[in-house]
């Protein structure tokens, strides 16, 4: 599968579609599973509470996994994406209700970087609980 994007069709300042992820005790509990990451911040309450945490909080590779999905829905190919780093800037609370947590992102094209290798520079922007959780977010991404 190739990007489906045509580098020369995209400007700078160009918006991808943003999407929303809901986050669930339970879909902390998946993601422990496949990742073998299971840190009791990330399942017991009562332990994150005791290290200073206001609840238990999302693995913050979900998080960044979650955010970068934005781009490769976008370019249609997960392989386009060259590069892509984030600072965890808050983690990202998951409240055991209902509703869990959501981590809303946007992402726009904040650079065209190389003609010849038709890649673009990404960024993106992701919130959960009106504050941002992902700082300097960016994805480089080689185009059609």
């Known amino acids: 599968m190739t990007a489906k994007i045509s580098y020369d069709e995209v400007e700078v300042g160009t ?8 986050v669930t005790r339970e879909t902390l509990v998946r993601y422990a599973g496949a990742s073998g990451d299971f840190n009791p911040i ?11 945490l206001p ?6 590779m979900f998080t960044m996994a ?3 999905r934005v781009v490769t829905d976008w370019v249609g190919d997960p392989a386009a994406v060259a590069e892509y780093g984030v ?15 959501l981590i809303e992102v946007s992402a726009k094209v904040g650079a065209k970087l190389d003609d010849e290798a038709r ?7 992701a919130v ?3 504050q941002k959780v992902l700082g300097r977010s960016r994805a480089v991404v080689r185009l059609a």
């Open 119 to 125: 890649t673009v520079r990404v960024d993106l922007t």
């Open 128 to 130: 959960s609980n009106d």
């Open 15 to 22: 918006e991808l579609p943003g999407q929303s992820f809901p």
């Open 87 to 101: 600072r965890f800037t808050k983690p990202v609370v998951v409240p055991n209700d209902d509703k869990g947590a």
């Open 42 to 52: 990330h399942w017991n309450e009562k332990f994150a509470k005791e290290v200073g």
């Open 66 to 68: 979650s955010a970068i």
């Open 55 to 60: 609840d238990v909080i999302a693995h913050g």
